[in-house]
């Protein structure tokens, strides 16, 4: 607008420059009009440039000082969107979360893929387990769409899985794992494992009060595993020691195992959490499609094998979680959730080696 003023300013200033007041009376008649007309058009040019100018400007001030509307008069500003099943199980907390176990639990066995060549891979197995729940069912799926989640739902879906990479399940799983790979028959398991965990006996005692708080494991845990403060065992999670590698598979074998075995993990917690908010049978038939995961209990019946972490040891909870860790080895993941869906078991087993020590 500057430009196109100063312009026809100067093309105004030419004009009326061209000759004096003096000269124009010496000029032929046809030459002054001339010098009129050339006058005449560059004052409207100069008055147009003026107007442009000044319409630019105001508009310039109009975009500066214009507000954004906010609140619920604002149509630009969109609401968050409801979370739920299915959002929490294609969303990035839950891969972030399933990222950061499988790198614990690998060892060196995933660290050449760096830790986004690892979620990449994550990304895809979440959402071809959701594709295979939409293909085989998909009332059940079309349900993951319609449960929304409160943050306490959420949070308490995910609890057990932010605990699969603490360093005392770690420490639990590699000895557990250790047994059973070491002693398979049943005696010496049991025998071999109570040895090996006696004396973390504290330790484990806090994990499982911190992964089933009260109200969800009936197990009295100050009974039956009363405060060892003296003994302070010492933490072993090396899963790339070479003992250690006997319980690993490796590359995209353990990242589609170790997927398939938190999301079947929290599906379980899901059930626990939502109760009747979300169909039992579709629960049911959600599990089904984790039965051939080898670390499924013995009567292939889903869930069964999380009786122990929910209502303390029962009369077959020894025998689902003996048959579900020999399952699961050598997969570290599956040895977890075999500890995670059982807890109540373990803690009884500790007991009963504690009292017979004392």
């Known amino acids: 607008a500057a430009v196109a003023m100063a312009g026809a300013a100067d093309h105004e200033e030419d004009a009326s420059e061209d000759s004096s007041p003096e000269e124009e009376l010496l000029l032929p008649q046809s030459e002054r009009e001339r010098l009129a007309a050339a006058t005449k058009s560059a004052r409207q040019r100069f008055a147009t440039a003026a107007t442009l100018g000044a319409a630019a400007l105001f508009g310039c001030l109009a975009v500066i000082t214009v507000r954004i509307p906010s609140g619920e008069h604002s149509s630009h500003i969109r609401a968050p969107q409801p979370l739920t099943v299915r959002s ?13 176990n499988l790198l614990a639990f690998s060892g060196d066995e995933l660290r050449h893929m760096g830790r ?29 769409e319609t449960v929304q989640l409160s943050v306490g739902e959420k949070e308490s879906a995910l609890h057990i899985l932010r605990k699969f990479s603490d360093p005392r399940m770690l420490s639990v799983t590699r000895d557990v794992g250790a047994v059973a790979a ?33 109200g969800k494991m009936t197990v009295d845990m100050d009974k039956e595993l009363p405060g060892f403060e003296d003994w302070h065992p010492q933490l072993e999670v ?3 020691s070479p003992a250690a590698r006997r319980l690993a598979v490796v590359g995209e074998g353990l990242i589609d195992a170790g997927v398939r075995t938190q999301t079947r993990t929290l599906f379980n917690s899901l059930h626990r959490t939502l109760g009747n908010k979300m169909s039992p049978a579709h629960a049911r038939q959600l599990l ?15 869930g069964t094998s999380g009786t122990s972490a929910t209502s303390g040891s029962s009369g077959s909870g020894k025998q689902g979680f003996m048959d579900c860790v020999m399952k699961a080895v050598p997969n570290p993941m599956n040895v977890a959730k075999c500890i995670a869906e059982n807890m109540g078991e373990v803690v009884s087993m500790m007991s009963n080696f504690l009292k017979g020590k004392r």
């Open 288 to 302: 089904s499609l984790f039965s051939d995961d080898p670390s499924e209990s013995a009567s292939g019946t889903p």
């Open 88 to 100: 929490l199980l294609e969303g990035k907390e839950l891969t972030d979360l399933a990222t950061d």
């Open 238 to 240: 090396d899963f790339a």
């Open 182 to 214: 070491e002693a398979p028959a049943e005696a010496d398991f049991q025998r071999r494992l109570t040895e090996r965990l006696g004396p973390k006996a504290s330790m484990l005692r806090d994990l499982a009060g911190e992964m089933f708080p009260e």
């Open 116 to 144: 986004e060549g690892v979620r990449s891979n994550v990304v895809r197995r979440l959402q071809d387990i959701s594709e295979d729940i939409r293909a085989k069912l998909p009332e059940v799926h079309q349900e993951l």
